[in-house]
Nanobody
Framework: VQLQASGGGLVQAGGSLRLSCAAS????????MGWYRQAPGKQRELVAT???????NYADSVKGRFTVSRDNAKNTVYLQMNSLKPEDTAVYYC??????????????????WGQGTQVTVSS
């Protein structure tokens, strides 16, 4: 299972960005998908997650500003970020709790990560 994130960039405080992350490969099932972020000198932290049924969970720091959604048919998760603040500056990583197949057609379960996309919010 491979994850490809896109949509990061530079935006002024108060602005918006939308991140996308598409899963590809030999996928059997994707359960939770989500977004994490890591700012310079800090540990990676949870931003938001969404289950296949649509239940969501957010970090307190982004509640009311960020919205996570997914398109199960496209194996894609989105993160709509509004009212961005300089403290939202970080590399954003998508994550999927998924089951795929290996070359021997055996199930491979795990947490898969995208390559990260930079979000920079200027003051």
């Amino acid at each position: 299972v491979q994850l490809q994130a896109s949509g990061g960039g530079l935006v002024q405080a108060g602005g918006s960005l939308r991140l996308s992350c598409a899963a590809s490969g030999r996928i059997f099932r994707i359960d939770a998908m989500g977004w994490y972020r890591q700012a310079p000198g800090k540990q990676r932290e949870l931003v938001a997650t969404i289950l296949s049924g649509g239940s969501t969970n957010y970090a307190d720091s982004v509640k009311g500003r960020f919205t996570v959604s997914r398109d199960n048919a496209k194996n894609t998760v989105y993160l709509q970020m509004n009212s961005l603040k300089p403290e939202d500056t970080a590399v954003y990583y998508c994550n999927a709790d998924a089951i795929g197949y290996n070359d021997n057609d055996e199930y491979v379960a795990g947490y898969f990560w995208g390559q990260g996309t930079q979000v920079t919010v200027s003051s």
